[in-house]
């Protein structure tokens, strides 16, 4: 991160141990130094100014924290920024460009499968992993998978819904068919 | 041509959510996403004992770490006469203790610092010295003789009962119960639970010196509410007082009240002259913030040998922890629990309740429910259950027979509300025929010869929501209507604002969806603007499914003085007289000539551009709407379970749910209540309860402890619907937000107690969790009251 200057504060530096680490953030490497006690939900949102990504429960239990790292979804809340040295972060950001939605994103708005919208990121996040390691699941194989993400709003249907109707749309897209 | 009043999203239209393009991008506002320049973080040092006096607070080693700008506590607030607050139910609640502490997770200091780290740190760094206290967990314990005063704050409290309360006729009630035939009694504990949105409580208090303006935003379901508590708690002038809601993370009534963190980040704001942020941590919102239900119930039944209710004797004793706050209507001690039984034709009740002091969290908030309802209405079902048991008949029968039939509106009920609309056999019909009510029975019987338990359980039920008309509702006297200011620019486009305040209800799809309908303004041209004091007219917020009922109202009733006043527009455009104009959506015209006619567009843009002579210029208008009655959705759910005997572990076989909300504005939001309210139903029957162990821990203070339904366990729901349009209001619209979980939690437990009829089993106890379940089968006993903590 540039910027024309910097205030160096004459608290928390000084005593306080920080760490440098690298990571790529939604396709892009950054490089920051960290107190090492710091969560890596806690980087995304206030150090990088992603907001989407949500701190529910503090606990790894609701799951609104959760991004893909490496791949495979996280809780954010539960894992120290130090740990995401030389990873790849994905949060909600990154998953489609400015102007485009991914297909869970239009499924999630196509069949109401939000209402809050607080757990939907990390809803989301989980489903792309899903849908990334199996592109056709069953009903029974999305309440499986999203079962560490926590919904007080919907009664969880509409977002099962949501995901099957992304399963299909990125099979549409896959054959090379589908109705854009 | 006329419009097309789907094409343009108005009413009936499953119009996708406006809001949801930037929650689906992660774009949402929520208070923690609010960022101001140079703003400081907030944390709170709770106690972690539910009763101690406190015999010193030690803050020094908090001071000493860098980067702590603030710590206080309450012998700073109390120099300020701010360490306690009123409650909404006229009691008063400690901000930051000074004598003593009343529950586990009481906010005793704030340490306020650069980062949300290091004020961390610095609670940690607080040393409290406690003088333990005998702790009171249960409305029994509190009652005992030599049961030690926990509001001893409070100069005229010699015992912890808060009120003594009754409504309906003692005389003819025993009376009733004198010439029954049968008296069917059942008792029963409705536990403890929280509404838990997965966002927790917030706020960021900005208070500029320069301008003397104090801007807070906040996680509030009532906005306007905070804003008059806060001029007249901190005596701030209320013009000076900006309260902000953004965009909230569930809120399900536990974000109505005024919690001590939002009046400390306020104060210490105003103390540093920087805006101060405080978020709550899910432990602080589990066990400090608005719980709700809590409540033992004695119901009694007076039944004609045909299946005549003649009676109904209540008696409830509610559990409200250290502090009586509970967010309802003054005139109601114990909410609208009184509404029980509105949907069956009785001749009289009465009702008796007691409130008490415990050392747990203090709350009785309406959880996703108008006041109390969720506690009548479950209370209500399972008595008729049993009551259909004791007698031998039919468990749909028996309803059959006791409801107000359809020609009988309006309806006074024995404890005085007045229903006006209603199918409610229709809807029992329909799900009967949806469940195969018929073939289920027969099924029940084949599969207990093979030792399989199934079960079926239904709960019906009509539910007062929309409070309130202002002769009967008002929260600190402040009459609950509601609001809303429309609009209408030059181009036709519009901006509309209410007073009620959005939490995932898509309050930015359906409101615009109400103008088009009244004014034929496509949705898409409205935007909606909702939270923020400054800007929205007063209204008293979004809870007890109040919006559509009350708010929605305005809405339609602003968009109709628009109408008037584009009606003289049009005249002028027409150069015809108003009396020989006609309206059809979007569109006035000469009655004569209907080919010649002006649009509401082109009203608008006279309205700027070409207006008569003496009409006020502009297309703006606020209507406040004070509404005739309550509005009277029914509900009828039917769950399906197969129960295994040798576990206690039931499984959720179906459920059907038949809704009649009236007039549905926006049908797919309106299933989307629907099937949320049936799984905090389905988690309030099976999982999702916060209970205490004696020395006053709270068992439930985590997502650990605090079992919330997954997308695993939850069932899959079936709907269907019944349209009884509402008589009253403008678009025939009822309540929705909360029937399923009110009426949701009976229907599940019916079910479990159908499955175990030949267990002598005659009541469980929510959670019906597998141990508790297991235990009544095989001790065949009823199991009471709230799961009991094991201390090692």
Same mark, same amino acid.
């Given at each position: 991160m540039t910027s024309l200057f910097e205030e160096v504060t004459p608290t928390g530096s000084g005593d306080i141990p920080v760490t440098r680490i690298t990571l790529t953030l939604n396709g892009v490497s950054r490089?920051?130094?960290?107190?090492?006690?710091? &969560? &890596?939900?806690? &980087?995304?949102?206030?150090?990088?100014?992603?907001?989407?990504?949500?701190?529910?429960?503090?606990t790894t239990n609701c799951g609104a924290c959760t991004v893909l790292v490496d791949g495979t979804p996280v809780k954010s809340c539960t894992m120290l920024a130090v740990q995401a040295d030389g990873h790849d972060v994905t949060t909600v950001e990154g998953l489609a460009g400015p102007s485009e939605l991914h297909p869970i994103q239009e499924g999630f708005k196509d069949e109401h499968g939000l209402q809050c919208g607080f757990c939907t990121p990390g809803m989301m996040m989980t489903a792309k992993a899903l849908l990334d390691r199996n592109p056709d699941p069953t009903e029974d194989e999305i309440r499986w998978a999203l079962s560490g993400n926590l919904c007080r709003c919907t009664g969880y249907q509409n977002i099962v819904k949501a995901v099957l109707w992304a399963a299909t749309k990125i099979q549409s897209q896959a054959d090379g068919g589908g109705e854009g | 041509m006329v419009l097309d009043e789907i094409k343009i999203e108005g009413l009936g239209a499953s119009r996708l959510r406006v809001e949801d393009n930037r929650f689906i991008r992660g774009k949402g506002?929520?208070?923690?996403?609010?960022?101001?320049?140079?703003?400081?973080?907030?944390?709170?040092?709770?106690?972690?004992?539910?009763?101690?006096?406190?015999?010193?607070?030690?803050?020094?080693?908090?001071?000493? *770490?860098?980067?702590?700008?603030?710590?206080?506590?309450?012998?700073?607030?109390?120099?300020?006469?701010?360490?306690?607050?009123?409650?909404?139910?006229?009691?008063?609640?400690?901000?930051l203790a000074t004598d003593k502490v009343r529950f586990q997770g009481q906010e005793i200091a704030a340490v306020v610092a650069d980062d949300p780290y290091i004020a961390k740190d610095g609670c940690d760094a607080i040393v409290v010295e406690y003088e333990p206290l005998p702790v009171i967990v249960n409305p029994d314990q509190a009652r005992a003789p030599d049961a030690p005063v926990i509001r001893d704050d409070k100069v005229d409290q010699t015992d912890n009962v808060i009120f003594n309360w009754e409504v309906g006729d003692k005389a003819g009630t025993d009376a009733a119960f004198e010439r029954a035939d049968v008296v069917s009694r059942i008792e029963m504990h409705y536990p403890r639970s929280h509404p838990s949105p997965i966002e927790t409580c917030g706020s960021i208090a900005d208070f500029d010196r320069a301008t003397s303006k104090l801007t807070v935003y906040m996680t509030s379901q009532a906005p306007h509410i905070v804003r008059a508590a806060v001029a007249l708690v901190a005596e701030l002038p209320e013009h000076m007082i900006r309260i902000v809601a953004p965009d909230i993370g569930g809120g399900f009534g536990n974000k109505v009240p005024v919690y001590p963190g939002y009046v400390v980040s306020i104060l210490a704001s105003i103390l540093l002259e920087k805006p101060v942020k405080w978020i709550e941590d899910k432990s602080g919102n589990l066990i400090s913030t608005g719980f709700a239900r809590d409540i033992y119930l004695k119901g009694e039944l007076a039944l004609r040998q045909d299946g005549k209710i003649l009676g109904v004797r209540m008696h409830t004793d509610s559990d409200h922890g250290a502090f009586f706050s509970d967010a309802q209507p003054s005139k109601f001690k114990i909410g609208?629990?009184?509404?029980?039984?509105?949907?069956?034709? *009785?001749?009289?009740?009465?009702?008796?309740?007691?409130?008490?002091?415990?050392?747990?969290?203090?709350?009785?908030?309406?959880? !996703? =429910?108008?006041?109390?309802?969720?506690? +009548?209405?479950?209370?209500?079902? !399972?008595?008729?259950?049993?009551?259909?048991?004791?007698?031998?008949?039919?468990?749909?029968?028996?309803? !059959?027979?006791?409801?107000?039939?359809?020609?009988?509106?309006?309806?006074?009920?024995?404890?005085?509300?007045?229903?006006?609309?209603?199918?409610?056999?229709?809807?029992?019909?329909?799900?009967?025929?949806?469940?195969?009510?018929?073939?289920?029975?027969?099924?029940?019987?084949?599969?207990?010869?093979?030792?399989?338990?199934?079960?079926?359980?239904?709960?019906?039920?009509?539910?007062?929501?929309?409070?309130?008309n202002s002769r009967e509702y008002d929260i600190l006297g402040i009459k609950m209507f509601d609001s809303a200011e429309l609009r209408v620019h030059m181009t036709g486009k519009a901006l509309l604002r209410t007073g009620a305040k959005s939490q995932g209800q898509g309050h930015e799809t359906t409101w615009a969806q109400i103008v088009a309908h009244e004014l034929g303004i496509p949705a898409a041209d409205v935007v909606i603007e909702e939270g923020d004091t400054d800007t929205a007219p007063f209204g008293m917020g979004t809870y007890a499914s109040r919006s559509t009922p009350v708010a929605g109202a305005a809405v339609a009733m602003a968009a109709r003085k628009i109408r008037a006043k584009a009606r003289k527009l049009a005249a002028h455009l027409l150069e015809a007289s108003e009396e020989d104009i006609d309206w059809e959506l979007g569109r006035f015209y000469l009655r004569g000539a209907p080919e010649r006619g002006v649009t509401i567009q082109e009203c608008a843009m006279a309205a700027y551009s070409n207006m008569p002579d003496g009409l006020e210029p502009g297309l703006e208008n606020v209507a406040y709407y004070d509404p005739p009655n309550l509005t009277w959705p029914f509900g009828c759910y039917i769950v399906?379970?197969?129960?295994?005997?040798?576990?206690?572990?039931?499984?959720?076989?179906?459920?059907?749910?038949?809704?009649? =909300?009236?007039?549905?504005?926006?049908?797919?939001?309106?299933?989307?209540?629907?099937?949320?309210?049936?799984?905090? #139903?389905?988690?309030?029957?099976?999982?999702?309860?916060?209970?205490?162990?004696?020395?006053?821990? =709270?068992?439930?203070?985590?997502?650990?402890?605090?079992?919330?339904?997954t997308a695993w366990e939850t069932?899959?729901?079936?709907?269907?619907?019944?349209?009884?349009?509402?008589?009253?209001?403008?678009?025939?619209?009822?309540?929705?937000?909360?029937?399923?979980?009110?009426?949701?939690?009976? #229907?599940?437990?019916? +079910?479990?107690m159908d499955a175990l009829r030949d267990y002598d089993v005659r009541n469980i106890d929510m959670p019906l969790l597998p141990d508790r379940v297991h235990q009544a089968i095989t001790e065949r006993s009823d199991i009471s009251g709230a799961p009991p903590v094991r201390m090692e």
């Amino acid at each position: 991160m540039t910027s024309l200057f910097e205030e160096v504060t004459p608290t928390g530096s000084g005593d306080i141990p920080v760490t440098r680490i690298t990571l790529t953030l939604n396709g892009v490497s950054r490089t920051v130094d960290v107190e090492p006690r710091l &969560l &890596l939900a806690h &980087l995304i949102r206030q150090g990088f100014k992603l907001t989407g990504t949500h701190t529910g429960c503090d606990t790894t239990n609701c799951g609104a924290c959760t991004v893909l790292v490496d791949g495979t979804p996280v809780k954010s809340c539960t894992m120290l920024a130090v740990q995401a040295d030389g990873h790849d972060v994905t949060t909600v950001e990154g998953l489609a460009g400015p102007s485009e939605l991914h297909p869970i994103q239009e499924g999630f708005k196509d069949e109401h499968g939000l209402q809050c919208g607080f757990c939907t990121p990390g809803m989301m996040m989980t489903a792309k992993a899903l849908l990334d390691r199996n592109p056709d699941p069953t009903e029974d194989e999305i309440r499986w998978a999203l079962s560490g993400n926590l919904c007080r709003c919907t009664g969880y249907q509409n977002i099962v819904k949501a995901v099957l109707w992304a399963a299909t749309k990125i099979q549409s897209q896959a054959d090379g068919g589908g109705e854009g | 041509m006329v419009l097309d009043e789907i094409k343009i999203e108005g009413l009936g239209a499953s119009r996708l959510r406006v809001e949801d393009n930037r929650f689906i991008r992660g774009k949402g506002n929520y208070v923690d996403d609010i960022v101001l320049p140079g703003m400081l973080h907030m944390e709170i040092l709770r106690s972690p004992v539910a009763h101690a006096r406190i015999k010193s607070i030690d803050t020094s080693k908090a001071w000493d *770490i860098p980067g702590v700008r603030l710590v206080l506590t309450g012998e700073m607030l109390a120099a300020r006469n701010l360490a306690w607050m009123p409650t909404l139910s006229y009691d008063t609640q400690a901000v930051l203790a000074t004598d003593k502490v009343r529950f586990q997770g009481q906010e005793i200091a704030a340490v306020v610092a650069d980062d949300p780290y290091i004020a961390k740190d610095g609670c940690d760094a607080i040393v409290v010295e406690y003088e333990p206290l005998p702790v009171i967990v249960n409305p029994d314990q509190a009652r005992a003789p030599d049961a030690p005063v926990i509001r001893d704050d409070k100069v005229d409290q010699t015992d912890n009962v808060i009120f003594n309360w009754e409504v309906g006729d003692k005389a003819g009630t025993d009376a009733a119960f004198e010439r029954a035939d049968v008296v069917s009694r059942i008792e029963m504990h409705y536990p403890r639970s929280h509404p838990s949105p997965i966002e927790t409580c917030g706020s960021i208090a900005d208070f500029d010196r320069a301008t003397s303006k104090l801007t807070v935003y906040m996680t509030s379901q009532a906005p306007h509410i905070v804003r008059a508590a806060v001029a007249l708690v901190a005596e701030l002038p209320e013009h000076m007082i900006r309260i902000v809601a953004p965009d909230i993370g569930g809120g399900f009534g536990n974000k109505v009240p005024v919690y001590p963190g939002y009046v400390v980040s306020i104060l210490a704001s105003i103390l540093l002259e920087k805006p101060v942020k405080w978020i709550e941590d899910k432990s602080g919102n589990l066990i400090s913030t608005g719980f709700a239900r809590d409540i033992y119930l004695k119901g009694e039944l007076a039944l004609r040998q045909d299946g005549k209710i003649l009676g109904v004797r209540m008696h409830t004793d509610s559990d409200h922890g250290a502090f009586f706050s509970d967010a309802q209507p003054s005139k109601f001690k114990i909410g609208l629990l009184h509404a029980a039984f509105a949907c069956y034709d *009785i001749p009289v009740a009465h009702l008796t309740a007691q409130g008490i002091y415990t050392n747990k969290a203090p709350g009785g908030v309406a959880y !996703r =429910c108008s006041f109390r309802i969720t506690e +009548a209405m479950y209370f209500q079902e !399972r008595m008729v259950q049993a009551a259909a048991v004791d007698l031998g008949m039919d468990q749909a029968e028996f309803r !059959r027979i006791n409801f107000v039939r359809d020609d009988d509106f309006p309806h006074r009920t024995a404890f005085g509300f007045l229903t006006d609309s209603g199918q409610y056999a229709k809807c029992l019909d329909v799900g009967l025929e949806a469940i195969g009510y018929e073939e289920f029975l027969k099924e029940k019987e084949e599969a207990k010869k093979q030792g399989r338990l199934l079960g079926l359980g239904i709960s019906t039920m009509t539910e007062p929501l929309g409070a309130g008309n202002s002769r009967e509702y008002d929260i600190l006297g402040i009459k609950m209507f509601d609001s809303a200011e429309l609009r209408v620019h030059m181009t036709g486009k519009a901006l509309l604002r209410t007073g009620a305040k959005s939490q995932g209800q898509g309050h930015e799809t359906t409101w615009a969806q109400i103008v088009a309908h009244e004014l034929g303004i496509p949705a898409a041209d409205v935007v909606i603007e909702e939270g923020d004091t400054d800007t929205a007219p007063f209204g008293m917020g979004t809870y007890a499914s109040r919006s559509t009922p009350v708010a929605g109202a305005a809405v339609a009733m602003a968009a109709r003085k628009i109408r008037a006043k584009a009606r003289k527009l049009a005249a002028h455009l027409l150069e015809a007289s108003e009396e020989d104009i006609d309206w059809e959506l979007g569109r006035f015209y000469l009655r004569g000539a209907p080919e010649r006619g002006v649009t509401i567009q082109e009203c608008a843009m006279a309205a700027y551009s070409n207006m008569p002579d003496g009409l006020e210029p502009g297309l703006e208008n606020v209507a406040y709407y004070d509404p005739p009655n309550l509005t009277w959705p029914f509900g009828c759910y039917i769950v399906t379970v197969e129960v295994d005997p040798e576990t206690g572990v039931w499984d959720v076989l179906r459920v059907v749910a038949v809704d009649d =909300c009236g007039v549905r504005i926006n049908p797919m939001i309106v299933e989307g209540q629907i099937m949320g309210g049936l799984a905090e #139903a389905y988690a309030m029957a099976n999982m999702q309860f916060i209970t205490f162990d004696e020395e006053g821990n =709270c068992i439930g203070g985590n997502y650990t402890d605090y079992l919330l339904p997954t997308a695993w366990e939850t069932p899959g729901f079936e709907l269907h619907e019944v349209v009884t349009p509402c008589p009253h209001h403008p678009i025939g619209a009822k309540g929705i937000g909360e029937c399923a979980t009110v009426g949701g939690p009976a #229907a599940y437990v019916n +079910a479990v107690m159908d499955a175990l009829r030949d267990y002598d089993v005659r009541n469980i106890d929510m959670p019906l969790l597998p141990d508790r379940v297991h235990q009544a089968i095989t001790e065949r006993s009823d199991i009471s009251g709230a799961p009991p903590v094991r201390m090692e």
